[in-house]
């Protein structure tokens, strides 16, 4: 049986052994007090707490491996080995710590060996503040790190180094001649540094300019740009507005997560806090499934402290990923924040009240469904709600002793706020992910795919209604996610993101039934309503003209050989052929575009494909094959300036013919 069902069938059989009047249910007040009708019953279900544990005679075989692959020089997987040893070694006697500082330490050594060399560095710091490394050792380490210093330019740091080398150089086990060659191999490594810090003093260093993209926050809504507005309606509820014209490739908005959450399947090769690609991961201490890219994210990383003694529960249950931040969004903050609430939540909140997603109002307000909610799934969702309020109880967080048979009102609170966040999060939650390269066998034929890291939620951009003609794209950027400007959008319209469906590669009828069953709504946009082709089924022969007076779009063959046209909606005469020019002077610009893209010079295309679609706009009307590929590249090209993994290399050519997937 698969993991994922493990958590449905627990859920599918509480839900068929119910007594309970389903009617009734749907229709009580609120989640609380589903939550208190609904907690005896589920706990006939008994909490998996069987843990997968770390095992110190794993991690000495993991260890071992690593040492041979290192042997034969077959880095990659040396570091691999290391990095699984590290996950299996507990941390609790002075035995398993030593352990876990010598599999950091031979890491190092390879991390130095693929020229990672901050790496290796933050390695070595990482098992000297250990304190376990062996004493008799220690001068190997050391005089690794003085080499980094010294590629780095930390001149002074590595002096001092140095000269904790050679004073544990003392208790080396070393015979006096090996003792006397490797002095020697320190004092000259300590002339270099000398040499280069002194060279350092005499050099200015040129200040690299910064070359962001402007963005001015909006004052009440500071996750989005000043020419960003939200408006709401009675069928879309609340949406964001241009409120002037948007040229592609502006910066829309950038937001940082209210909870983010890392997938079974990558939580040892991404930081559970900022969501990094890291090579050398520092493992938690106690569960196998939680890594971190430095000290400092473990130290931030309050919600793990709670949750790591269930965190084996939730992964091995198949708890999907929504679930385990409904819980984390509560185990971030400390219990009395959200009882201090209690009475406000779902109050208005004053209008002027700026906007931050890291408020816990503004995530609790994102939409619910709630009553279009179907009975039996309000039931299932409650279940869900209650296992995971039940492995809380199981942790400190409650300020009291817990009891798996007795239900508090403030466990109550605290389940209905979880029941809430399920239901938020089936709506609101977006995907994380980061670029990683393709394995294939040919270095040559190196290419990417968009991996799925795990998901988070964010507040404002949460607010963003669908198209499947969207005017954005989404990318992270750490834990970031960036929304920018695929297309023009006039002053006035809709800013619309995209949920999955596209027009130009699903069709129509998919796409609306697919945003039916997964969001509840009916797609009315642009391409639904005017049943727009898919990219393989668009003409290329069709010129879609723009008036210029009324803006209705005026379709004619590409070949037809006449001057003018008048406008079928008002009538207005309009010449054809300046607007031909224009676009016959793209065509250079095109080419410039494609050659940069297919190179990776990612940076310039984005300028010319932005020119690119600016002329677009003015002059013709989607859909048309031409514009369809240079969004499609445009998506690219962002994608590589937002997250990666550790290692990841931009082919050096990109395919020359264009693959459409999925805009988003
Ligand atoms: C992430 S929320 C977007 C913000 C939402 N409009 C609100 O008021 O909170 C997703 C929900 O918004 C609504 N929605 C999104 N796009 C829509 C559209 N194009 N037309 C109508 N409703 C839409 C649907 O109810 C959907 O489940």
Redesign the pocket.
């Known amino acids: 049986m698969s993991v994922i069902s493990i958590f449905q069938t627990h859920c599918d059989n509480l839900v068929n052994t119910l007594t309970i009047d389903i009617n009734n249910f749907k229709n009580l007040e609120d989640d609380k007090q589903r939550i208190k009708i609904l907690y005896d019953h589920a706990r006939s279900v008994t909490l998996p707490l069987s843990k997968t544990s770390k095992s110190y005679e794993n991690a000495i075989k993991y260890k071992t491996n690593g040492n041979k692959y290192y042997e034969k020089k077959d880095l990659d997987r040396a570091v691999d080995s290391y990095n699984s040893a590290m996950v299996a070694c507990p941390h609790n006697t002075d035995k398993e710590r030593e352990l876990l500082a010598v599999s950091l330490a031979n890491r190092s050594a390879v991390l130095l060996e693929k020229e990672l060399i901050t790496q290796c560095l933050d390695d070595i710091n990482y098992l000297l503040n250990l304190g376990t490394y062996p004493k008799h050792l220690e001068h190997k380490v050391l005089l690794r790190k003085a080499k980094c210093c010294l590629i780095l330019g930390q001149y002074n740091e590595g002096i001092s180094t140095i000269k904790l080398a050679i004073a544990s150089l003392e208790k080396a086990n070393l015979t006096p001649e090996n003792k006397k060659s490797k002095l020697t191999e320190i004092n000259s490594l300590l002339d270099e540094l000398k040499l280069k810090s002194n060279d350092a003093n005499l050099e200015l260093v040129p200040q690299l300019k910064s070359n962001l993209q402007t963005f001015t926050p909006n004052f009440k809504y500071p996750a989005v740009n000043d020419f960003v507005d939200f408006d ?1 309606d009675q ?5 964001a507005t241009a409120k002037r014209d948007i040229e592609p490739g502006s910066i829309v908005a950038e937001e940082d997560p209210h909870c983010l959450a890392i997938s079974i399947t990558t939580c040892t090769r991404n930081c559970s806090n900022c969501t990094k690609s890291i090579l050398n991961p520092i493992p938690c201490g106690s569960c196998v499934y939680t890594v971190f890219c430095s000290k400092n994210c473990m130290k931030e990383s309050k919600c793990h402290e709670i949750e790591c003694k269930i965190t084996h529960s939730l992964y091995e249950s198949g708890a999907s990923i929504n679930c385990i931040m409904a819980l984390r969004i509560i185990t971030q903050k400390p219990f009395g924040d959200f009882w201090n609430k209690k009475d406000s939540l779902g109050k208005p909140i004053s209008s002027d009240r700026i906007y931050h997603g890291s408020d816990y109002e503004r995530l609790y307000n ?2 619910t ?1 709630s009553s279009m909610r179907p009975k039996g799934e309000f039931v299932h969702y409650s279940f869900m709600a209650i296992y995971l309020l039940r492995l809380l109880k199981l942790t400190n967080y409650f300020p009291y002793d817990t009891k798996d048979d007795q239900l508090t009102e403030e466990e109550c609170f605290i389940g209905g706020l979880i029941l809430r966040h399920l239901q938020i999060l089936q ?2 939650a977006h995907e994380l992910s980061e670029l990683r390269n393709m394995k294939v066998v040919n270095e040559n034929e190196l290419n990417y795919y968009t991996c799925h890291l795990g998901g988070a939620v964010y507040p404002t951009l ?6 499947c003609e969207p005017g954005v794209i989404r990318y992270n950027k750490g834990k970031k996610m960036v929304l920018r400007a695929i297309k023009l959008i006039r002053a006035g319209e809709v800013i619309y993101d995209n949920y999955g469906p596209v027009y130009s590669v699903e069709d129509t009828n998919s796409r609306i039934n697919s945003l039916i069953e997964r ?3 009916q ?3 642009v391409a639904c309503r005017n049943n727009w082709p898919l990219f393989n089924n668009m003409s290329d022969h069709e010129l879609r003209l723009i008036c210029k007076k009324c803006k209705a779009t005026n379709s004619m063959s590409k070949y037809a050989d006449v001057p003018m046209y008048n406008c079928w909606r008002c009538n207005t005469s309009n010449g054809i052929m300046p607007v031909l020019m224009k676009l016959m002077n793209l065509d250079r610009m095109t080419q410039d575009a494609e050659k940069s893209f297919i190179t990776g010079n990612f940076e310039k295309s984005i300028v010319l494909y932005c020119e690119i679609l600016k002329l677009y706009y003015k002059y013709l009307a989607p859909p048309f094959p031409d514009l369809v590929k240079v969004q499609q590249r445009m998506r690219t090209c962002m994608l590589h300036d937002g997250n990666k993994e550790l290692q990841y290399k931009a082919p050096n050519r990109l395919p020359e013919q264009l693959m459409i997937e999925n805009l988003l």
């Open positions: 709401e069928t879309q509820g609340r949406f994102l939409c469904h709506f609101n949460a607010l963003f209604n669908h198209s969001y509840w709504f797609c009315q946009c």
